[in-house]
């Protein structure tokens, strides 16, 4: 988008904003919540609160997601949410969510886990699926700083949303303030050419909100090869039509691109040799990623008892991405929608019965076509050009989902939860490089294959006790599975379906007890729970005729992961007194423990070298993560937080360097501390403008971290982060109509 586009676009949004401000600023009556209405938490209890959730669900807010730059999801998952680990594979792409040590889906040579995208895990943004239909969720185009309420469900949850083995991440899109009318220009700076520029309009009305976003963000990279940039623009709005509907919509586009610099070798990242991955920066190694995501939300309550809610969804997406082994173009198109009907019955004077009952279907359209890179023939000196097509595939993937949950409510407020849902997934892909050759009687393979995945039923039991309103004690029973993606579900070198390939299964028992104590001021969240995952999906290779070389390799399910953990959260006000110097100091900590270890779990690396990770620890999991911090703001408008982040060693490859030796290794991580601060000021230059000033540096005591980890991927493992200090300070100034 070059500067005039820009102008017209920032432009228009200006306009519409301020004229339908002028509009809207008319109504003054007030409806107390009405922005919170909004909100979708999906669960059968009427009473949505965390207490009453039998389930360990970590909700984050814009004091939580804001304590650093605001930019990067990972800062405030991996300093608020206990047993959740976010990575990302450069500057503002390949995110990756880690809950409970379930990270990615198995990778193909690599075994264990992906070291690609986000797999296993469910994500939503304002209610439309950022993963898509095959259960991969790509985040390279999602503005974080864009988001104002994070939810993450632990652990698997197919119950509600299908293939959602390791958990669900809801992303919330910042709300406007209830009537008010605002325009907003936001400013950050930072390390390394950090550089972000968002403009932002508010109209909170009486029957309608909206929120439009607009923004431009570059940084230069702290190595080589590492520069990034996004422009953005995301709206959204909501209507109350009547009394008994309201609609809510949301419309995001954005163009990213992020260089990458490749994984660093374990020496090079011991040496401090920062200087990237040759291979990936002769092939200009990048994620670009074009992209649409829109939604149309209507609720309905047709009584007291019945209410519905109808979501219909559609992303649109083009990528070009290239690494050390090679070039890819992708165009996906995935669209669907979720229903859910809402239920509510009384069964006499102390007793209530709730439930929720929907479907969501989704599908997915894509071309993938990938190519080898060669040398620059022109200017050998310069990156690598794009070579020879390696694969085309066009392929339709289908998920959907039905499913049902209850809760009835007991007195002395005891509940009981008991939900089932029913999954399928169906893959279809055409090979549209198809060689002639393959289609004569003698050698036919076919060039459409095509498997599904049916019948992956996932139950649900819990029950919760709240005691005095303020303290509650569950424990839980949950399912879920992850089914295999386009790439897996056949055999590239002999064009069969893979047909005994299953999805993992994972289920949980979890206890737990959340709750405020000391007159409201310390808030707890404590969580047991043992998962067992079935059925992982591993590599297994097959010799050649002679039996001297590895002909070609498939997936296979083998072997389980046992994981038992205990996290727990605790929040202290300190201090909450409005004429006080000291306005506010609250202090919170968190820790998690995890045993994590495989089981049976045999991964083929050659025909002739099999590695058995049994009793192992699971890789890419430290047993120990502990954060600590503390929120204050002071009398006159400053306000601040410092947050320390510890993160124990952890294991990250038991396959060797060198592909023929068959001897295990152990390759660990060093443990790390981190020290990070935020400062701030805010007044009020006139009735109308008010001014947010903050500086902030992370990493003070320079110490040498990862972004992130490879998992059995060596020689190259690390991405990481900077060594040294990074600064950064923004100025925002808010006009309030």
Same mark, same amino acid.
């Given at each position: 988008?070059?500067?005039?586009?820009?102008?017209?676009?920032?432009?228009?949004?200006?306009?519409?904003?301020?004229?339908?401000?002028?509009?809207?600023?008319?109504?003054?009556?007030?409806?107390?919540?009405?922005?919170?209405?909004?909100?979708?938490?999906?669960?059968?209890?009427?009473?949505?609160?965390?207490?009453?959730?039998?389930?360990?669900?970590?909700?984050?807010?814009?004091?939580?997601?804001?304590?650093?730059?605001?930019?990067?999801?990972?800062?405030?998952?991996?300093?608020?949410?206990?047993?959740?680990?976010?990575?990302?594979?450069?500057?503002?792409?390949?995110?990756?969510?880690?809950?409970?040590?379930?990270?990615?889906?198995?990778?193909?040579?690599?075994?264990?886990?992906?070291?690609?995208?986000?797999?296993?895990?469910?994500?939503?943004?304002?209610?439309?699926?950022?993963?898509?239909?095959?259960?991969?969720?790509?985040?390279?185009?999602?503005?974080?700083?864009?988001?104002?309420?994070?939810?993450?469900?632990?652990?698997?949850?197919?119950?509600?949303?299908?293939?959602?083995?390791?958990?669900?991440?809801?992303?919330?899109?910042?709300?406007?303030?209830?009537?008010?009318?605002?325009?907003?220009?936001?400013?950050?700076?930072?390390?390394?050419?950090?550089?972000?520029?968002?403009?932002?309009?508010?109209?909170?009305?009486?029957?309608?909100?909206?929120?439009?976003?607009?923004?431009?963000?570059?940084?230069?990279?702290?190595?080589?090869?590492?520069?990034?940039?996004?422009?953005?623009?995301?709206?959204?709005?909501?209507?109350?039509?009547?009394?008994?509907?309201?609609?809510?919509?949301?419309?995001?586009?954005?163009?990213?691109?992020?260089?990458?610099?490749?994984?660093?070798?374990?020496?090079?990242?011991?040496?401090?040799?920062?200087?990237?991955?040759?291979?990936?920066?002769?092939?200009?190694?990048?994620?670009?990623?074009?992209?649409?995501?829109?939604?149309?939300?209507?609720?309905?309550?047709?009584?007291?008892?019945?209410?519905?809610?109808?979501?219909?969804?559609?992303?649109?997406?083009?990528?070009?991405?290239?690494?050390?082994?090679?070039?890819?173009?992708?165009?996906?198109?995935?669209?669907?929608?979720?229903?859910?009907?809402?239920?509510?019955?009384?069964?006499?004077?102390?007793?209530?019965?709730?439930?929720?009952?929907?479907?969501?279907?989704?599908?997915?359209?894509?071309?993938?076509?990938?190519?080898?890179?060669?040398?620059?023939?022109?200017?050998?000196?310069?990156?690598?050009?794009?070579?020879?097509?390696?694969?085309?595939?066009?392929?339709?993937?289908?998920?959907?989902?039905?499913?049902?949950?209850?809760?009835?409510?007991?007195?002395?407020?005891?509940?009981?939860?008991?939900?089932?849902?029913?999954?399928?997934?169906?893959?279809?892909?055409?090979?549209?490089?198809?060689?002639?050759?393959?289609?004569?009687?003698?050698?036919?393979?076919?060039?459409?294959?095509?498997?599904?995945?049916?019948?992956?039923?996932?139950?649900?039991?819990?029950?919760?006790?709240?005691?005095?309103?303020?303290?509650?004690?569950?424990?839980?029973? @949950? +399912?879920?599975? %992850? =089914?295999? *993606?386009?790439?897996? /579900?056949? $055999?590239?070198?002999? &064009?069969?379906? @893979? +047909?005994?390939? %299953? =999805?993992? *299964?994972?289920?949980? /028992?979890? $206890?737990?007890?959340? &709750?405020?104590?000391?007159?409201?001021?310390?808030?707890?969240?404590?969580?047991? /729970?043992?998962?067992?995952?079935?059925?992982?999906?591993?590599?297994?290779?097959?010799?050649?005729?002679?039996?001297?070389?590895?002909?070609?390799?498939?997936?296979?399910?083998?072997?389980?992961?046992?994981?038992?953990?205990?996290?727990?959260?605790?929040?202290?006000?300190?201090?909450?007194?409005?004429?006080?110097?000291?306005?506010?100091?609250?202090?919170?900590?968190?820790?998690?423990?995890?045993?994590?270890?495989?089981?049976?779990?045999?991964?083929?690396?050659?025909?002739?070298?099999?590695?058995?990770?049994?009793?192992?620890?699971?890789?890419?999991?430290?047993?120990?993560?502990?954060?600590?911090?503390?929120?204050?703001?002071?009398?006159?408008?400053?306000?601040?937080?410092?947050?320390?982040?510890?993160?124990?060693?952890?294991?990250?490859?038991?396959?060797?360097?060198?592909?023929?030796?068959?001897?295990?290794?152990?390759?660990?991580?060093?443990?790390?501390?981190?020290?990070?601060?935020?400062?701030?000021?805010?007044?009020?230059?006139?009735?109308?403008?008010?001014?947010?000033?903050?500086?902030?540096?992370?990493?003070?005591?320079?110490?040498?971290?990862?972004?992130?980890?490879?998992?059995?991927?060596?020689?190259?493992?690390?991405?990481?982060?900077?060594?040294?200090?990074?600064?950064?300070?923004?100025?925002?100034?808010?006009?309030?109509?």
């Amino acid at each position: 988008m070059n500067l005039l586009n820009k102008t017209l676009v920032l432009g228009a949004i200006v306009s519409s904003a301020v004229g339908y401000s002028q509009e809207i600023k008319k109504d003054t009556v007030t409806k107390v919540n009405y922005l919170k209405e909004v909100e979708v938490t999906a669960t059968s209890n009427t009473n949505k609160t965390i207490l009453s959730q039998p389930q360990s669900i970590s909700k984050l807010g814009e004091k939580e997601l804001n304590r650093s730059t605001g930019l990067f999801l990972d800062d405030a998952i991996n300093t608020n949410v206990p047993g959740v680990n976010m990575q990302r594979r450069t500057v503002s792409a390949g995110q990756q969510f880690n809950i409970r040590g379930y990270g990615n889906g198995v990778r193909g040579t690599n075994g264990t886990n992906s070291n690609f995208d986000t797999q296993g895990t469910k994500v939503y943004l304002n209610n439309i699926p950022v993963t898509d239909a095959e259960g991969i969720t790509l985040m390279d185009d999602l503005d974080f700083s864009s988001i104002g309420d994070v939810e993450v469900v632990k652990g698997p949850s197919g119950s509600l949303y299908g293939l959602a083995i390791a958990g669900v991440v809801n992303l919330k899109t910042i709300l406007p303030e209830l009537n008010k009318i605002s325009l907003a220009q936001n400013t950050l700076f930072g390390s390394y050419g950090l550089k972000r520029l968002t403009t932002q309009a508010q109209i909170g009305g009486k029957n309608g909100a909206m929120l439009i976003n607009y923004g431009s963000q570059k940084y230069d990279g702290f190595m080589e090869h590492t520069a990034s940039s996004k422009d953005f623009v995301n709206i959204f709005g909501n209507s109350t039509l009547s009394e008994k509907q309201k609609i809510n919509a949301y419309l995001g586009y954005s163009d990213s691109y992020d260089q990458r610099n490749g994984e660093l070798t374990r020496e090079q990242y011991e040496d401090f040799d920062y200087s990237g991955n040759p291979n990936y920066i002769k092939n200009d190694a990048h994620s670009h990623m074009v992209s649409f995501r829109g939604g149309l939300n209507h609720d309905y309550q047709f009584n007291r008892n019945i209410g519905n809610s109808f979501s219909v969804f559609g992303t649109g997406i083009e990528s070009d991405v290239s690494s050390a082994g090679g070039w890819t173009d992708k165009s996906a198109l995935n669209f669907g929608f979720r229903t859910t009907f809402n239920l509510n019955f009384d069964l006499g004077t102390a007793y209530k019965l709730s439930g929720i009952a929907g479907t969501e279907m989704q599908q997915q359209n894509s071309q993938a076509i990938s190519y080898a890179m060669v040398a620059n023939g022109v200017d050998p000196d310069a990156y690598n050009v794009i070579g020879s097509q390696r694969s085309n595939r066009y392929s339709i993937s289908k998920t959907n989902h039905i499913f049902t949950e209850w809760t009835l409510n007991m007195p002395y407020d005891f509940s009981v939860t008991a939900g089932v849902g029913s999954s399928y997934m169906g893959i279809e892909s055409q090979d549209r490089m198809y060689v002639p050759a393959n289609n004569t009687p003698g050698t036919y393979r076919p060039s459409t294959l095509s498997a599904s995945y049916k019948n992956m039923v996932s139950p649900k039991f819990a029950i919760n006790k709240v005691f005095n309103k303020a303290v509650s004690v569950y424990a839980s029973y @949950n +399912k879920g599975y %992850k =089914a295999p *993606v386009s790439s897996y /579900f056949y $055999i590239p070198y002999t &064009g069969e379906v @893979n +047909k005994n390939l %299953k =999805a993992e *299964v994972g289920t949980q /028992f979890e $206890i737990g007890s959340k &709750g405020t104590l000391m007159n409201n001021k310390l808030t707890y969240e404590l969580a047991v /729970f043992q998962t067992n995952f079935k059925d992982k999906m591993t590599s297994v290779a097959v010799p050649n005729a002679t039996n001297t070389a590895t002909l070609y390799s498939y997936i296979v399910n083998a072997g389980e992961q046992i994981h038992k953990g205990i996290e727990a959260s605790v929040k202290y006000e300190l201090i909450s007194n409005e004429n006080g110097f000291f306005k506010s100091v609250s202090p919170f900590a968190n820790v998690t423990y995890s045993d994590f270890k495989y089981k049976d779990y045999i991964y083929q690396r050659s025909y002739n070298i099999a590695f058995d990770f049994s009793n192992e620890k699971v890789l890419g999991t430290p047993p120990v993560v502990f954060n600590a911090g503390v929120d204050f703001a002071i009398k006159y408008g400053f306000y601040g937080n410092v947050t320390y982040n510890y993160r124990d060693a952890m294991f990250y490859s038991y396959v060797p360097t060198t592909a023929s030796d068959p001897n295990m290794v152990h390759y660990e991580t060093a443990s790390y501390n981190l020290l990070n601060a935020k400062f701030g000021y805010q007044r009020n230059i006139t009735n109308h403008l008010s001014l947010d000033a903050t500086f902030g540096v992370n990493n003070i005591t320079n110490t040498q971290y990862y972004q992130m980890v490879f998992s059995n991927q060596l020689p190259d493992a690390y991405l990481p982060a900077p060594y040294n200090a990074t600064f950064f300070g923004g100025l925002n100034l808010k006009y309030t109509f």
